[in-house]
């Protein structure tokens, strides 16, 4: 089975630097050098498609544009790409969601998938007109996953839930085909939803055997239910010709972040409720040395972002090789990003994809097998933030 790839669609902003966001850090204007224009994140939307990623996360907040429509404008400036569009299901109706999901595969050709997050913090969702504490909103996110996947299966949907209420439901058109449902969450509710409702549980880059122990916890629930899923990982990356020199570029980074803005983030986070995010800031302990938690994976990333917070660090090869690693413990799917988003995507897409199709472990999901090795014509580089 060849590996899947997917980059990321930085709607908070983009930069040479890490720009942060996300999981109580301060929720500010879009960040960075480059603004998220509808043009800057085409061009590296295109690229992606262009270098052999399936697909490009969006992600959901206060701290960054909307994924829907920002999503669905860079679709009309691409072709094959498809859009992973986080959104969270406490903001819309089921009816609703499952209605937008059927127009977005008919205006785009079948390009969307579906990351639905249920929110990890109270204060965040509070804002949002939201007052479920964190295990309602999980009990919320089963109910309507259930209402959408059967309004998605053609039934006339009548539901009478703790939370959710609907009547004579039904959709007029089907999704087709119909969106693959990306969930990921490490607290014990948030097992049970993915376990009975998606088809990609996603956890944030853990060291391998921390990863291992999620996917056979997952595995065994959704097995309770009579179900196989797939699983993906979450991480940052900087890879380069030498490791040398990609050591230097996660240094360069590091020597970016103010101490005191250090501190005022992992304060921040430190009173997340999201058991996943605890588990990110464990990995560093707010520390800026020792940073290597595990060989070529650096949790640096995560003293100044909330989310995912560590990057795989190395040579083309050797992170091919993590890859690799991650992949025989059971990882088919790998959603990746760095900064800045566009260069590296070129970076990743010349130096590692080219290694793990050697290796006969990733083909262009775009490209015939006849024309894989067939040089393709490169996309030019605009302005950085052009329109």
Known sequence: MSLTFHWFLPTNGDSRHVVGGGHGTPVTSAGGDRPPSVGYLTQIARAAEHLGFEGAL????????????????????TERLKFLVAFRPGFLSPTFAAQMASTY?????????????????????????????KDARYARTGEFLGIVRDLWDGKTVDATGE???VEGAKLARLPDPLPQVYFGGSSPAAGQVAARHSDVYLTWGEPPAEVARKIAWIRSLAAEQGRTIRFGIRLHVITRDTAEQAWAEARRLLDGFDPETVRSIQTGLGRSESEGQQRMLALHGGSLDNLEI???LWAGVGLVRGGAGTALVGSHAEVAERIAEYHRLGIDEFILSGYPHLEEAYWFGEGVLPVLRRQ?????????????EQPTTQVPFAAAGSS
């Open 163 to 165: 939370h959710l209420h």
């Open 58 to 77: 969006t992600p959901t907040g206060a701290w960054c544009e909307d994924a829907w429509l920002t999503t669905a404008m860079v679709s009309q400036h």
């Open 294 to 296: 595990y060989p070529n």
């Open 105 to 133: 595969q008919r205006q785009t050709g079948g390009r969307l998938m579906l990351n639905v997050v249920t929110g990890g913090e109270s204060h965040e969702q509070r804002a949002y007109g939201d007052f479920l504490d």
């Open 360 to 372: 006969g472990l990733w083909s262009h999901p775009f490209h015939s097998p006849a024309t894989a």
